[in-house]
């Protein structure tokens, strides 16, 4: 992609090198335990309540909580309201 602007601009860039990535677990790397999926699931019920009450409550992390929810929702027992609320089915 820099190669391109080399004609335009009449010199050339130097490019730093990338380090290799290290083994940090990313977004999807998160699997919650038991005790996290029980402590969340037990937090909601028929009334809509927020993420960040959710992730506050439960003091877990947002990708534990969002994990458990994701995991909810294709089971089919979540629904998503509007304002980041969600409650079970």
């Known amino acids: 992609m820099i ?3 080399e004609p335009i601009l009449g010199r050339g860039f130097d490019v730093p090198a990338r380090e290799p ?3 940090v677990p ?3 790397d998160v699997e ?3 005790n996290e999926r029980a402590r969340i699931i037990g937090l909601l019920g028929p009334t809509p309540v927020s993420l960040d009450d959710l992730v506050r409550l439960s003091q877990t ?3 534990i909580v969002r994990t458990v929810l994701l995991e909810l929702e294709i ?3 979540l ?7 969600v ?3």
């Open 61 to 63: 992390s947002p990708a």
């Open 87 to 89: 409650s079970l089915l």
């Open 21 to 23: 990535a290290q083994d």
């Open 79 to 85: 629904e998503r309201h509007g304002g980041s609320l």
């Open 32 to 34: 919650p335990g038991e």
């Open 3 to 5: 190669a391109v602007l």
């Open 75 to 77: 089971a089919g027992r």
């Open 26 to 28: 990313g977004p999807l």
